[in-house]
């Protein structure tokens, strides 16, 4: 259920509704509003008529159900859109479109080093690279595990990019969200319900991406188990999925976009680089993503390409992301945003 409190109600009166809310064995988070908070009660159906009653209390406008499965994610709870807060400089959900760019893995502090240079001088706002990597074969390169976030850290000192990095597990989940800015659940992990309740209770943001076989409504349960656990800093990513085609990696599903729009208040990011798994398709699809109304993208560049140890294929040569960036500056001033 969704208390709307009235605007301006004193916080007497919330805090008598979060005392009622407990008592009655339901969970409350508050959603504060430009004009009014509205206080969300999860829990099972069966107290649903004492919840009810609550509208009599003093500062509460109504009461009312949330009628789909996902609660806290929905834009019942919360009809402006989230703005997510990276670092002072970045926040993802504004007018402005958040750009990720750097390599698949960390390989080498050369390598992060010279590609986090390049993507700041190219207007990226946050450089994305993963130190754990879950790679679909177990004789991959795995990653450099903590070496490859100190790496991360290092760039992140020298540029002032704050990072996106992968946790792939609750036990080394700690560990990240003491280096990272930002923690990604990927792709394989979208439904690991340990890990998405783990980083839900870390204080850091987290990019939460689409898994390959995962329907929209399936994602956003997936967001609402990280904000069940106190986590309301989720910012979904749509990063392609299973389809017929072969032509492409993955089918990048752009109407993602205007239909988690309609559905929730969390930032969408767009990954167009695992999206379709090619270099050339990368361009043209962030355009699209940026017209359809992404509020970032994630993008895989590597000074070197041909001698990536993963995704060296969906990767951009600095010089190439350079001429993107450009070009998607005026796609966004189009759509009356910045990058
Ligand atoms: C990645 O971002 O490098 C990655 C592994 O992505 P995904 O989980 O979408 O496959
Ligand atoms: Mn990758």
Same mark, same amino acid.
């Given at each position: 259920?969704?208390?709307?409190? #009235?605007?301006?109600?004193?916080?007497?009166?919330?805090?008598?509704?979060?005392?009622?809310?407990?008592?009655?064995?339901?969970?409350?988070?508050?959603?504060?509003?430009?004009?009014?908070?509205?206080?969300?009660?999860?829990?099972?159906?069966?107290?649903?008529?004492?919840?009810?009653?609550?509208?009599?209390?003093?500062?509460?406008?109504?009461?009312?159900?949330?009628?789909?499965?996902?609660?806290?994610?929905?834009?019942?709870?919360?009809?402006?859109?989230? #703005? !997510?807060?990276?670092?002072?400089?970045?926040?993802?959900?504004?007018?402005?479109? !958040?750009?990720?760019?750097?390599?698949?893995? !960390?390989?080498?502090?050369?390598?992060?080093?010279?590609?986090?240079?390049? !993507?700041?001088?190219?207007?990226?706002?946050?450089?994305?690279?993963?130190?754990?990597?879950?790679?679909?074969?177990?004789?991959?390169?795995?990653?450099?595990?903590?070496?490859?976030?100190?790496?991360?850290?290092?760039?992140?000192?020298?540029?002032?990019?704050?990072?996106?990095?992968?946790?792939?597990?609750?036990?080394?989940?700690?560990?990240?969200?003491?280096?990272?800015?930002?923690?990604?659940?990927?792709?394989?992990?979208?439904?690991?319900?340990? +890990?998405?309740? #783990?980083?839900?209770?870390?204080?850091?943001?987290?990019?939460?991406?689409?898994?390959?076989?995962?329907?929209?409504?399936?994602?956003?349960?997936?967001?609402?188990?990280?904000?069940?656990?106190?986590?309301?800093?989720?910012?979904?990513?749509?990063?392609?999925?299973?389809?017929?085609?072969?032509?492409?990696?993955?089918?990048?599903?752009?109407?993602?976009?205007?239909? +988690?729009?309609?559905?929730?208040?969390?930032?969408?990011?767009?990954?167009?680089?695992?999206?379709?798994?090619?270099?050339?398709?990368?361009?043209?699809?962030?355009?699209?993503?940026?017209?359809?109304?992404?509020?970032?993208?994630?993008?895989?560049?590597?000074?070197?390409?041909?001698?990536?140890?993963?995704?060296?294929?969906?990767?951009?040569?600095?010089?190439?992301?350079?001429?993107?960036?450009?070009?998607?500056?005026?796609?966004?001033?189009?759509?009356?945003?910045?990058?």
């Amino acid at each position: 259920m969704i208390i709307v409190m #009235k605007a301006g109600a004193a916080k007497k009166d919330k805090d008598e509704v979060l005392r009622r809310i407990k008592e009655l064995g339901y969970t409350s988070h508050v959603i504060r509003g430009t004009t009014r908070d509205v206080i969300g009660a999860i829990g099972d159906e069966r107290g649903k008529a004492a919840l009810q009653a609550l509208e009599t209390l003093h500062g509460v406008e109504n009461v009312l159900p949330i009628l789909q499965p996902y609660k806290l994610a929905s834009l019942e709870v919360k009809k402006e859109s989230s #703005k !997510v807060r990276i670092s002072d400089a970045v926040s993802i959900g504004g007018s402005q479109i !958040v750009i990720m760019a750097g390599p698949c893995a !960390v390989e080498s502090e050369e390598q992060i080093i010279e590609s986090a240079l390049a !993507v700041k001088k190219s207007g990226a706002h946050m450089l994305r690279g993963g130190a754990f990597k879950p790679r679909t074969s177990p004789y991959s390169f795995q990653g450099l595990e903590e070496e490859g976030l100190k790496l991360m850290a290092k760039a992140r000192e020298l540029t002032g990019l704050p990072f996106v990095t992968e946790v792939i597990n609750p036990e080394t989940a700690d560990m990240v969200a003491d280096y990272a800015d930002m923690l990604q659940i990927g792709a394989r992990n979208s439904q690991n319900f340990a +890990l998405l309740k #783990k980083v839900g209770q870390l204080g850091k943001p987290v990019l939460l991406k689409r898994g390959m076989a995962m329907t929209i409504q399936e994602l956003l349960m997936s967001a609402e188990y990280i904000m069940s656990e106190g986590n309301q800093s989720v910012i979904l990513c749509e990063r392609g999925i299973r389809t017929f085609e072969t032509a492409t990696r993955n089918t990048l599903d752009l109407s993602a976009i205007p239909v +988690l729009k309609g559905k929730t208040h969390l930032p969408i990011v767009i990954d167009p680089s695992h999206g379709t798994g090619n270099h050339h398709y990368v361009a043209p699809m962030s355009y699209a993503a940026v017209a359809a109304g992404a509020d970032g993208l994630i993008i895989e560049v590597h000074p070197d390409p041909e001698h990536a140890s993963s995704d060296g294929a969906q990767s951009l040569k600095p010089s190439k992301f350079e001429v993107m960036m450009q070009k998607l500056r005026l796609f966004a001033e189009a759509d009356g945003r910045k990058l």
